[in-house]
């Protein structure tokens, strides 16, 4: 039963209701991305703002934004992916292999990776009704059992003219197109309604008139498909996948788009901005921490706490027993 | 009779209970006194408060106002555990054990510790004791030691007995235990309902079985929404009697329609035809005629709001069809939606709205395809299509953006209705329209659905409230246990009494 507290609020929760404001909810990302960005070049004496280190943190920001924007669709509708890490290794995998053929090919056959394992978390979550977070985190460790069998004796390497996409403009242009298709389509199709309407309640939104199921699926697919590209996009970059190839990137990529605003529960509070903002606010903490001298594992322990404040003010405490 | 019962030992005195889930007013304002030996029904209709009372009384639910006083001293527990200390048990509606756990831990759930020495429980003798309790009650077929999980439902409500009762509680309550109880385990329970009250204490027997109810109970107090409606003593009451303290309601029928007599146009539009649903419904068989409000009425159990849900492709495992007039078989919700079936649900909460969305995404989610231009969706239509319609039905708001769960029960009504006002469907299916809303709202929704009407629309209105139906229906059809138990044409002469009848 719910009891409706209507008696006096605490000032925890006061702090919640005014964080909850649509309009708070919009700028704050944006604010922290800024106020981040200013202290931490402040801390570094204007190292952050230099066109090298600026150069250096969007060659990392590639993959993460790309593969974050279809995690972002997963999300709104109140599910999580965490098989994401594995996902790209596999993928990666995939790209090299059938980089020595034909590059468009290793492109398809990278997303239709991507897709397949989409499809097999689908397929336990929709069909056989597993929350998503456990059965993501079972494929998690099935494709990184895999990626350790394909790649455990020697890295697989792609073909060396893969090299030759290395550059700028491409792997900035394959992000820059992921982010407006996604924000095209979740901005002015249904698509962006139905995703946040099955995030605030999918019973509901069954009597709505939306296919839930079919939706979740065709998400699932997609997201893979997308984290697909992101593969062929790391395989121009680094050459070859080792066994831990793309490990850790479900984590950044939650704690991204948490920074950015996003609820972890998903639902009507969801904005597209959420995946950007969150993704160069990770990325430029990171680094930043990086070039004040801490330590990878101090500065792990910093993300991980400021990823823990953000959450906790930022969850819409009456949704959270929702999440799938 | 005021007089029958002060002549007795009050026990138990319940003073200006009242408790609030949100805007339902669950219990209001309940006086009542129980007397030292008697086994006393509590009856009323589904939402009339009784297992709410009950579960303020056993520290279920926290008191919303008013004390509970026994043998003259105030109660005051927080659960289950520290009612039982006091002397309150309860039997619970649903299973009342743990899974997991042997027949003695079940037992003695919460009072552990009385076998525990130096800090190690003595397993051994709690099943002895436990054994010694199930023997003393005649369950010799029980053993203390087996995993509760070994017996069935039947079983598991004997060991509740026991649960409930070995320690001599003053006062217990019974909620609705006998509806899952077979024949013999009613007499069971029958038995040592008589025990406990021989023994000087007091039963608080619920029910919806009145003819059990006027047999065990010796006085039997009836509430209806909420509220205490009259204590009367059972061997002077027959189940009529009951029934109508039960359901009558004041009249307050002045906003229902006041046509009679006008002919209902003969055009089917919806047919249901030897529609099942497992354990729901049992092959229902109806038409649907164009500018028709067919009430759907019944018990709150009788599978009536399975119907609905049926006729709109919601429901899981149906066999049988659901047709339109142009053939088309309803098996989904998008087609139904496609063919211009709306469904306003009773679960307003899960089931007709989205609350954690806002009014705008909630009016327009059925119709965003018609609201999309060439595929693409544009903020500003959404919002002037919600604001419009919204608008329409005055539902009282700050703006399209706010979240539905803001909204009292009337407004959130209104939102599920406008969002299909807007998708102007044709055939609607009403499921509990009024339910918990206040009179002005109630007005509201009833002039909406004779402007529908007049506009050709058919409406499907399943109703736990008979004046509603009489009220506003061309045709009631009367449901009990899953099935259709009969049917009447609108005419000024029907009365409560001839729907009860069917209902019952």
Redesign the interface.
């Known amino acids: 039963m719910n009891e409706l507290n209507l008696e006096k609020k605490s000032f925890g929760e006061k702090v919640g209701d005014f964080l909850g404001k649509p309009v708070v909810r919009a700028i704050l990302p944006i604010l922290g991305l800024v106020v981040i960005t200013l202290l931490l070049d402040a801390l570094t004496h204007g190292k952050i703002l230099q066109a090298s280190s600026i150069k250096l943190m969007l060659s990392q920001v590639y993959v993460l934004m790309i593969a974050s924007t279809g995690v972002f669709m997963i999300m709104t509708m109140g599910c999580l992916d965490f098989s994401q890490g594995s996902m790209l290794g596999i993928a990666s995998i995939v790209v090299c292999y059938l980089s020595f053929y034909s590059i468009p090919l290793a492109i398809i056959g990278g997303m239709l990776t991507g897709a397949a394992i989409g499809a097999v978390n689908a397929f336990f979550h929709v069909k056989r009704k597993i929350p998503s977070f456990i059965v993501t985190i079972c494929t998690m460790y099935l494709f990184r059992g895999l990626c350790s069998y394909f790649a455990s004796k020697k890295p697989v390497a792609a073909v060396s003219t893969i090299s030759a996409y290395n550059t700028i403009p491409i792997k900035l242009g394959i992000t820059i197109a992921v982010l407006l298709v996604a924000w095209f389509i979740f901005t002015f199709t249904k698509v962006g309604p139905n995703l946040k309407a099955i995030g605030a309640g999918e019973k509901a939104s069954r009597f709505a008139g939306i296919k839930v199921e079919k939706t979740k699926w065709l998400v699932y697919i997609i997201a893979g498909a997308i984290t697909g590209l992101a593969a062929f996009v790391n395989i121009v970059k680094v050459g070859s996948v080792t066994p831990s190839g793309g490990t850790m990137l479900e984590t950044q990529i939650l704690i991204a788009l948490v920074l950015g605003g996003m609820p972890v529960s998903g639902g009507p509070m969801v904005r597209f901005s959420n995946v950007i903002c969150g993704v160069l606010t990770f990325k430029i903490l990171a680094s930043g921490l990086q070039m004040i001298g801490l330590a990878t594992e101090r500065s792990q322990l910093i993300e991980g706490i400021v990823f823990l404040i953000v959450v906790a003010l930022f969850s819409d405490r009456r949704s959270l027993q929702v999440i799938k | 009779m005021a007089e029958l019962i002060t002549k007795k030992d009050v026990i138990l005195k319940a003073e200006h209970i009242d408790k609030s889930?949100?805007v339902t007013h669950a219990v209001k304002d309940v006086c009542l006194d129980f007397s030292r030996g008697e086994v006393r029904g509590l009856i009323g209709e589904n939402g009339s408060g009784k297992s709410t009372f009950c579960s303020m009384l056993t520290g279920i639910?926290p008191i919303g106002s008013g004390k509970f006083v026994l043998d003259g001293k105030e109660l005051h527990v927080k659960n289950q555990v520290e009612a039982n200390r006091e002397g309150v048990s309860i039997i619970v509606q649903e299973m009342g054990t743990l899974s997991g756990l042997t027949v003695a831990e079940n037992i003695f759930l919460g009072n552990e510790d009385r076998f525990v020495k130096a800090g190690i429980k003595n397993g051994g003798a709690m099943n002895r004791e436990a054994q010694s309790y199930l023997d003393k009650y005649g369950f010799n077929h029980i053993h203390a030691g087996d995993l509760i999980d070994n017996y069935d439902f039947e079983d598991r409500k004997l060991i509740e007995i026991v649960k409930a009762t070995y320690f001599d509680p003053k006062v217990v309550v019974i909620d609705e235990t006998t509806t899952t109880l077979g024949q013999s385990g009613r007499q069971e329970l029958y038995k040592h309902m008589k025990r406990i009250r021989d023994d000087g204490n007091t039963v608080i027997f619920i029910s919806h079985d009145l003819t059990e109810v006027i047999e065990q109970c010796d006085t039997i107090s009836v509430l209806r929404d909420g509220a205490l409606i009259d204590t009367v003593q059972a061997k002077d009451v027959t189940e009529d009697d009951l029934k109508r303290l039960m359901v009558g309601r004041e009249l307050g029928d002045r906003y229902y329609r006041t046509d009679y007599g006008e002919p209902v146009s003969n055009e089917v539009v919806l047919s249901v035809k030897n529609v099942t649903v497992p354990g729901q419904i049992k092959n229902i068989s109806f038409e649907l005629h164009k500018g028709e409000i067919l009430g759907i009425g019944g018990l709150s159990e009788c599978g009536m709001h399975e119907v609905g849900k049926s006729a709109?492709g919601?429901s899981y495992d149906r066999t049988g069809e659901v047709t339109l007039a142009d053939g088309t078989h309803i098996d989904s919700?998008?087609t139904?939606?496609?063919k211009s079936i709306a469904?306003v649900?009773k679960d307003r909460d899960?089931?007709?709205?989205?609350?954690?969305?806002?009014i705008r995404?909630?009016i327009?989610?059925?119709s965003?395809?018609e609201l999309?231009h060439g595929?693409?969706?544009?903020g500003k239509n959404?919002n002037g299509f919600a604001d419009k319609f919204a608008s329409l039905i005055s539902v009282k708001m700050t703006g399209v953006?706010q979240?539905v769960?803001d909204l009292s029960g009337g407004n959130k009504q209104k939102v599920a209705l406008a969002?299909w006002i807007g998708k102007d469907s044709d055939i609607i299916v009403l499921d509990s329209p009024t339910r918990g809303i206040d009179v002005k709202v109630k007005a509201d929704i009833y002039a909406l659905m004779s402007e529908m009407k007049k506009q050709g629309k058919s409406i499907i209105m399943i109703s736990e409230e008979i004046l509603e139906l009489l009220g506003m229906s061309d045709r009631i059809l009367v449901m009990k246990d899953g099935e259709i138990s009969g049917e009447f044409q609108r005419s000024a002469e029907l009365t409560e009494e001839d729907i009860i009848a069917k209902m019952v």
């Open positions: 889930f949100g639910y709109f919601a919700i998008p139904a939606i496609k469904y649900s899960n089931e007709s709205l989205v609350i954690s969305d806002t995404d909630n327009c989610l059925p965003l395809t999309a595929g693409l969706l544009f959404m953006g979240f769960s969002r």
